[in-house]
């Protein structure tokens, strides 16, 4: 789970920053706001990379991604690049804890194999 989630943040970094570079365009909005925010956020999607795992990783991952459709309020193709990455981040969520015990059921069977084929072969 923690790659497929690492990869989705690391997706959205990239698009907070170019979503400041079009919000800079509104003539409303502060350049010290927007670099405030978007680089909070960029900062943010970074540091959860290595949060994941850790109780609450998933639920700011989530809060993230409200922030990200809420965002579509100054930058509007943000309601839609914002839906993208929330399904995208429940993608990530759901295939990657079916992949980790995936993972997990084969270590299991090869640890339960291993000692018995090294006991045959004695």
Known sequence: MRVLCASTLIGEFFVIGFAGLV???DPDLSMTTVWTVCGVAMVLSVLL???ITRPGGVQLGWALQIA??????????MFF?????????WASIHYGRKIDEAKARFAAQAEAQ???????AS
């Open 23 to 25: 919000a800079m365009k």
């Open 49 to 51: 990379c290595g949060m």
């Open 68 to 77: 990200l459709v809420a965002s579509g309020f100054f930058v509007p193709v």
């Open 81 to 89: 690049m914002g839906a993208v990455f929330a399904a995208l981040w």
């Open 114 to 120: 291993a000692p018995g084929a090294a006991g045959e």
